[in-house]
């Protein structure tokens, strides 16, 4: 393989509200079964990248979990693997990552030790499907020394949440501004990237002796007038889901026909780890409608338009509308959830009602005792 | 190399009584809950039991079950030193020959078991449903200084005769036994899972090595009781289900539908292992209905669904109304379908407006003993062009065409098998 894969999984953000207390966003739960950053990792094994990084910082625990063993992605083969790199202890006493090009500096290694002349950096945090040799291809045939992979904001998004970008005719990217204050294009970097691994070391050295340490602002935004950046265009379905709002109608877009089609049953397929759960089971009583259940789950109750993730327990007479609902969470017989995110390991409590709005979902961190046979 | 206790499994009987659905796989590699196989289940029961070493006899229709065990990752039987191991006959420098019977391969694979050097081997069969501690049962057999312990559990006296019976004093030592009694003297039966002491073992099986069609009920057991040996009986009062026929192949699945079923998946305790190979969550439709049912990972559900087991990856047309079914991996039912009491199998596919399990009853023509139950089978693979009627006890393999179907209909106890599927 001519590239090696780097994933910045470390982020957090405010804009997922008491989401993100528990896990950072590339460990958010996704789809039903899957967790975020399953759709970066299953992309780097579909294109062949057989040495990935993951970049962690912020509470990095369920991802670890999730990533104990690489075998579910395919990786862990004698060449390449999959590496965690969590911050440590630094000689200074400092801990933790300055920021994504700090991130990259502090394990300046794995890309020096590495043979393979390209590196693709992509985000845990964005429900996609791409061939990144794809993007390699035309990075070579545009003698790009960047390529920024690109995508029209999705509809009902937040512009001025992501990098904005023009091009010329050619592609070249002419201006990019990150996170502006006015909107002024709706091509948005997607947060992918394919440069050439000793520029990037070059760049990132560059970089921290500066005193600067993004890799975003201070490398590729800074550098897009003397190099060569050029923007590759994704046409397919792309969601960043680092809000509570894009996190919530994301995961809802799964309830769409042609997005499922997409995503669970065209090639390449995504993967992730195995539960070992047994299948979902509908008791008398259970009325189901436009939802995904996910395995382990048991339904006594009424579901509408909602998402349930594994091993969620529904109880009788329960009703759930237009919610989602995280992994294993235990709801109480005749509650009432409507337009909520239910936190997961959540336990609701018998009868109680929980509303949010269409506008403002309503999260839920419910952390009561649980008593189960 | 040094292993206490080494399983031998079982799993290379056809299992003929169920009919088209082990056409091509063996009885063990039968699906089995929606999303596992029927071998799943000791496999799981060696690895919880701690049980590491287990070697896999496979003879009858092996792809399936080959490429489901692999090298054992779903039950974390990928070791550096036992694992599991498949185990099919080879050929020798003379005398080369099949399994001729349960302990005759046994016997063919005496080198492996030489190799961990164990104190006991542990027999297991691939076709029953359980969940059980092996190594209680080992702990039993040291108790009892025993050379042979056999589980056995109590059955209902009048079924009794279709079963291996024991006979057993109140310290469970067994004094006879008799495999299908024609008037049994008791009613606690083998459930086809031996412990023996493996210095025993090995002198039996080289003792019997030129006996025909060499069986563990039928000659085994009764040499060890010939020799005088100590055999004791381990009570198992769990759940155990043999599901070598359709309707008790129809009926455990069933079972599992229950509010709290006797078997339980659901506990944490014990979990049940197989190898997933789909991963996203099921979708119900709006419109649909699922109730009393229990699905796999992908299905998509548009019509209804009442007191069934699906499969992983089903889809389900609009309109559609199943009863009573078990429908496996991949099966596509088309639109306004009525289906009633059916075995689906695995990637079989039925076209819009079908009916299944009309009219009244009738006897098999193909095979009363196997096709009863008023069930209609389906094998794998196997096409239903849309707008046929199908009757009950009827059983159905390969891709079928309208004219097949006299005048649209196929009767209950008639049957369409054919040959050659690829």
């Known amino acids: ?373 | 190399m040094k292993k206490e206790m080494i399983a031998m499994l079982l799993a290379g009987g056809q299992g003929s009584r169920l009919g088209v659905l082990t056409k091509k796989v063996a009885k063990p590699a039968v699906s089995f809950a929606g999303k596992y196989r029927i071998i799943d289940f000791p496999l799981s029961n060696c690895i919880n039991s701690g049980v590491d070493t287990v070697g896999v006899l496979t003879q009858y229709q092996p792809l399936r079950l080959n490429t489901h065990i692999g090298i054992g990752i779903p039950w974390d039987l990928d070791r550096n030193v036992g694992g599991v191991t498949v185990l099919p006959p080879y050929e020798k420098s003379s005398n080369s020959e099949w399994y001729t019977g349960t302990a005759n391969a046994i016997y063919q694979n005496i080198e492996y078991m030489e190799m961990y050097n164990p104190d006991y081997v542990l027999i297991l069969s691939g076709d029953h449903i359980y969940k059980m501690d092996y190594e209680l049962m080992l702990d039993f057999h040291k108790a009892n200084n025993a050379d042979v312990t056999i589980a056995a559990m109590p059955v209902p006296i009048e079924e009794a005769s279709r079963f291996g019976i024991l006979i057993a004093d109140e310290e469970s030592r067994i004094s006879e036994f008799e495999e299908k009694p024609a008037n049994p003297r008791s009613n606690l039966a083998s459930m086809g899972i031996y412990i023996f002491s493996w210095p025993v073992l090995k002198a039996a099986l080289l003792e019997l090595s030129d006996e025909p069609n060499c069986d563990f009920g039928k000659h085994i057991i009764p040499y060890c009781f010939e020799q005088n040996q100590r055999l004791f009986a381990y009570e198992f009062s769990g759940y155990w289900k043999d599901v070598g026929t359709l309707g008790s192949y129809w009926e455990a699945n069933m079972e599992l539908i229950d509010i709290i079923p006797i078997f339980n998946l659901y506990e944490e305790f014990w979990r049940i292992y197989t190898k997933n190979d789909k991963l996203p969550p099921q979708y119900i439709a709006k419109g649909a209905k699922v109730e009393r049912c229990i699905l796999g990972e992908g299905a998509e559900v548009y019509g209804q669904v009442f007191n069934s087991v699906v499969g992983p990856g089903v889809i389900i047309g609009e309109g559609t109304v199943i009863r009573d079914s078990i429908i496996m991996k991949d099966v596509v039912i088309g639109n306004n379908c009525e289906i009633n009491k059916a075995i689906i199998a695995e990637n079989a596919s039925v076209g819009d407006n079908v009916i299944i399990g009309i009219g009244e009853y009738a006897e098999s023509k193909l095979n009363p003993k196997v096709y009863a139950f008023d069930l209609a089978t389906i094998g794998e693979n196997s096409v239903i062009p849309a707008g046929v009627k199908i009757g009950k006890n009827t059983a159905i393999s390969g891709t079928t065409l309208l004219e097949d179907y006299p005048n649209g209909v196929l009767e209950s106890g008639d049957y369409i098998i054919k040959a050659g599927d690829f």
């Open chain 1, 1 to 373: 393989m001519r590239a090696i894969g780097i994933i910045l999984a470390g982020g957090n953000n405010k804009k997922m509200k008491e989401l993100s207390a528990k896990r950072a966003v590339a460990a958010m739960p996704m789809a039903g079964s899957y967790r975020a950053i399953d759709f970066a990792l299953s992309n780097m094994t579909n294109s062949h990248v057989r040495k990935v990084g993951v970049l962690t910082q912020y509470n990095a625990q369920s991802l670890n979990e999730h990533l104990s063993s690489s075998k579910w992605w395919d990786f862990g083969r004698k060449q390449g693997g999959l590496y965690l790199f969590t911050p440590t202890l630094k000689t200074d006493m400092t801990i933790g990552y300055r920021g994504t090009a700090d991130a990259l500096y502090q394990n300046l290694d794995f890309l020096k030790k590495s043979h393979e002349p390209y590196v693709i950096v992509a985000s845990g945090d964005s429900i996609y499907k791409l061939d990144y040799n794809k993007v390699l291809e035309y990075h070579i045939d545009k003698k790009a020394e960047i390529t920024v992979v690109t995508t029209k904001l999705p509809e009902g998004d937040d512009p001025l949440r992501y990098g904005l970008v023009k091009t010329d005719e050619e592609g070249r990217i002419t201006e990019f501004q990150e996170k502006p204050l006015v909107a002024e294009s709706d091509m948005i970097s997607t947060g992918i990237y394919v440069i050439r691994r000793r520029l990037l070391i070059e760049l990132v050295e560059a970089c921290i002796q500066d005193g600067r340490y993004d890799l975003v602002s201070d490398i590729i935004v800074r550098y897009r007038g003397l190099k060569r950046v050029y923007a590759y265009e994704l046409t397919t379905y792309w969601r960043n889901i680092a809000t509570a709002e894009s996190y919530y109608n994301t995961n809802m877009d799964f309830l769409k026909k042609d997005v499922r089609d997409y995503f669970y049953r065209e090639y390449p397929e995504v993967y992730s780890k195995v539960d070992d759960l047994p299948p979902a089971k509908y008791n008398p009583g259970a009325k189901v409608s436009n939802s995904l259940i996910a395995s382990g789950s048991i339904i006594n109750g009424e579901i509408e338009n909602s998402i349930l993730f594994k091993k969620t327990y529904v109880g009788d007479n329960c009703v759930i509308k237009n919610s989602i609902i995280l992994n294993d969470v235990y709801i109480g017989d005749g509650a009432y959830i409507e337009n909520c995110i239910v936190e997961s390991r959540g336990t609701i409590k018998e009868g109680a009602r929980l509303i949010g709005n269409p506008d403002d979902i309503n999260i839920v961190v419910e952390k009561n005792e649980r008593y189960i046979m």
